[in-house]
């Protein structure tokens, strides 16, 4: 069976360098624990010896103080002298061969099994520290061993390449080393990013309590720890009560410092490690590394309570091959099921596209039709926010409080990308509503207008099952000084305030994705409007021109009409009969009227044309459309009542007038109350300046409201109400398009009438 070794972190190799003020087991207590370095430990564990050799000429530099008890030669004799005593000539050169073919760094190799002092060793080396390290590990009883190692072995394996899913993978998974090693208690752990971690599937003797499900504070594993368990797939300690036995002498003659022990077996452990497990009521133990890329992901931890358990050393490479499959098919299983639910993204993606492409408005796309944008990422409600405009979905904060959020995001974050799963933690005030949205995913596309997609999730009251009181990881014992880790275990209910469940990376990717393929959709929506915009200006263009020129040519045939008819009309005067006279007076009336109506369409196709863009104060053009109608107010005593407050505006000054003339004169013309008046002002709403010419004349039908922008629209007789031909609103429509606004009026027949307009946001406030 091939050994593979975990690749080591990076950041988390262990170094030999022993820096002054180093933590060594000497000196360690609750207050430095994190920064001990485990791998010196200056001692091993009892069931086995451990002796240092020079590769060079095999000449012994340590030995472990256990050497008389177990191999018959006392320690201190040892250093210094030669393999020979300890092994036979004939296994030294087995050694030999074997350092020559397959003995790396790190990863100790069996060498082979021996009868020494009348007990059964399995003998181990490794290369560490610049030096050779052989381990004598006494073989455990008999019975321990598992019969059809292989088979066993084959028959899990297949067995776990039939789970279904990850949690039902890692159930097998726990369940099978229990079958190879018989240990009370096997439990796979899981770290969560913060260092802590969680009980996520066990496997136990009947009558053990569970600790399924149960989380534990990233105190409970310390730093160092990590980083042997990212270096050895698997560490075992047969007898937690087992008595440290010291080297001798105590530092590695080669290096002058304590022996850097990171792959050795029988390494001494930690004393807070072993008062952990002592307060868990366990005896003995071996924990195996989960990685995943390279990076521990987990653990597989076995305990036995009753009574010390050694495993035997070909049970522990079985159980290790074990954890290296377990890791490599549990990566796959994760990242398969990160898949699927990406998968599942995409196509709601897809869908979701389509809804926005179909709605003439983005946000409408997002949230109306299922499956909407909280369905995309799971998530309790979504929000859309395009130019301040709010549109939500599922359950989402109230307009007010995600304005508030965007405001924040806005001016505080600059990510296109933001995720919390606490947003209280960063915007305070946003717990008053942490049960709509404790945690959020905020998209931002532009920066300038403030367009967000945002993700909301609740606050998950979590009920977290600690193993322990995670502020206080720590007691004093009962004398008082030592501080010891923790012995309670009963369990402790810690609620997560104001937090969500975390968003995955698999999430914010999808996010990126998803902001991507929307500006796409923008700029192509963009483009196609560029062009439709391009196409209808020409067409207007043309139709204007159009006008114009059927307009002018009518001029000149119709100005020789009216003459020639004024002349029949006034050289036979007394000689046409009153028939005649009376047909020639209207075609001159006619001939008139048509010239009105040809001016008012030469009048109606200038103002196609592009218009000049400057700041333009509307109180000025309204004191000068009223000076310019003075005598006709004058005349009809109309009381007219001008806002002080009128905004200065971009656009064009000439047209501008005209649409304050016309509406003037129209609001004068259509009115026959006994005290005519009219009032001009402008109001605000949802931050637009919408402005106003009012009269409590005749008023319109409500019928007739959109009729009356068409040109050549009368709604009377020709001369009734002083005449005219009907282009006039529709000229102040046409100033008012070019001007990006709008023109409405509200009106009833007798209740005087109020036209309303607008214009674009930009023409308002890019002034
Ligand atoms: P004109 O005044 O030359 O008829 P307009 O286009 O200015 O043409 O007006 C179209 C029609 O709308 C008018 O004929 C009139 O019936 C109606 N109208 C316009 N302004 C008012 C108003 N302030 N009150 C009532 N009716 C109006």
Redesign the pocket.
């Known amino acids: 069976m091939r050994r593979v070794k975990p690749q080591p972190m990076p950041e988390n190799r262990v170094t030999n360098a022993q820096p002054e003020g180093m933590i060594t087991s000497k000196h360690v207590d609750l207050s430095n624990c994190d920064r001990e370095e485990i791998q010196y430990p200056g001692s091993i564990q009892a069931h086995g010896a451990m002796v240092v050799v020079r590769e060079l000429d095999l000449r012994i530099l340590q030995a472990s103080a256990n050497t008389l008890d177990l191999l018959g030669v006392g320690a201190e004799t040892l250093p210094g002298g030669e393999l020979r005593a300890l092994l036979a000539e004939g296994d030294i050169e087995t050694l030999q061969r074997r350092l020559a073919a397959d003995v790396a760094e790190g990863a100790p190799v069996h060498i082979l099994r021996r009868q020494i002092a009348g007990r059964e060793f399995d003998l181990l080396v490794h290369r560490s520290d610049g030096v050779l390290i052989l381990e004598f590990e006494l073989r455990p009883a008999a019975d321990s061993a598992v019969a059809d190692l292989y088979s066993d072995l084959r028959f899990s394996v297949m067995k776990l390449e039939t789970a279904a899913n990850l949690q039902s993978f890692l159930d097998l998974a726990v369940r099978h080393v229990r079958r190879f090693t018989g240990f009370d208690r096997v439990m796979a752990y899981k770290f969560m990013e913060d260092g802590s971690g969680w009980v996520c599937a066990e496997a136990l003797r009947d009558g053990l309590e569970s600790f399924l499900g149960l989380h534990y504070p990233p105190s409970d594993i310390p730093a160092p720890a990590r980083r042997l368990y990212s270096l050895t797939w698997l560490r075992h300690q047969p007898d937690i009560g087992y008595r440290p036995v010291r080297m001798i002498p105590e530092d590695n003659p080669q290096t002058g410092k304590a022996l850097d022990m990171s792959y050795a077996l029988l390494r001494s452990v930690s004393v807070m490690y072993v008062d952990y497990l002592k307060n868990m009521g366990t005896q003995s133990s071996m924990v195996m590394t989960l990685m995943k890329e390279g990076k521990v992901w987990g653990l597989m931890a076995c305990h036995h309570h009753a009574e010390p358990k050694h495993v035997p050393y070909e049970v522990r490479v079985a159980c290790e091959f074990l954890a290296h499959t377990v890791s490599l098919q549990m990566a796959a299983r994760e990242d398969a099921e990160h898949y699927e639910y990406r998968m599942k993204m995409q196509a709601t993606q897809t869908t979701l596209l389509g809804s926005v492409a179909r709605h003439a408005d983005f946000a409408s796309g997002f949230v109306k039709d299922a499956p909407t944008l909280a369905d995309f990422i799971n998530s309790s409600g979504a929000a859309c926010v395009v130019n301040g405009a709010v549109s939500t979905t599922g359950m989402a904060p109230t307009v007010a409080q995600i304005a508030y959020v965007v405001k924040w995001l806005s001016s505080q974050v600059s990510d296109t990308v933001f995720a919390t799963d606490c947003l209280s933690a960063h915007l305070p005030g946003a717990a008053a509503f942490a049960d709509r949205c404790a945690g959020l995913l905020a998209l931002r596309f532009s920066k300038a207008a403030g367009d967000f997609l945002l993700w909301f999730r609740p606050e998950v009251v979590q009920t977290v099952n600690w193993a322990g009181d995670p502020s206080k990881p720590v007691e004093t014992s009962d004398d008082g000084k030592s501080l010891r880790p923790r012995n309670s275990f009963a369990l402790w209910k810690e609620l997560v305030r104001l937090k969500s469940r975390p968003w995955s990376s698999v999430e914010l990717e999808a996010a990126k994705g998803l902001r991507a393929a929307v500006l796409e959709l923008v700029l192509e929506r963009a483009e196609k409007l560029g062009k439709l915009y391009e196409d209808l200006e020409l067409s207007h263009a043309e139709l204007d021109s159009f006008a114009h020129v059927a307009a002018h040519d009518l001029k000149e045939p119709l100005r020789g009409i009216h003459t020639y008819a004024q002349i029949l009309l006034e050289e036979n005067k007394g000689q046409l009969d009153a028939d005649v006279v009376s047909k020639l007076t209207t075609m001159i009336r006619l001939s008139k009227r048509m010239d009105e109506l040809i001016n008012s369409l030469l009048v109606y196709s200038r103002m196609g044309r592009m218009i000049a863009q400057t700041a333009v104060n509307l109180s000025e053009i309204v004191a000068e459309a009223v000076d310019s109608l003075q005598m006709r107010i004058g005349e009809e005593k109309v009381e007219v009542r001008i806002a002080a407050d009128l905004p200065v505006v971009r656009g064009d000054r000439e047209r501008l007038l005209e649409v304050y003339t016309?509406l003037i004169l129209?609001?004068i013309?259509?009115n026959d109350s006994a005290e005519k008046k009219i009032e001009i002002g402008c109001r605000e709403r949802a931050g637009t300046s919408i402005l106003f010419v009012k009269?409590n004349?005749?008023?319109?039908d409500p019928r007739h409201h959109e009729k009356?922008f068409q040109i050549f629209?009368?709604?009377?007789g020709k001369s009734d109400y002083g005449g005219?031909?009907?282009?006039?609103?529709?000229i102040v429509k046409k100033i008012i398009d070019r001007h990006g606004g709008r023109i409405w009026v509200e009106s009833e027949a007798g209740k005087g009438?109020s036209f309303y307009f607008t214009f674009s946001a930009a023409a308002t406030t890019a002034i």
């Open positions: 016309n129209n609001a013309k259509y009269d004349g005749i008023g319109i009356i629209q009368r709604l009377h005219g031909t009907g282009a006039g609103l529709a009438a």
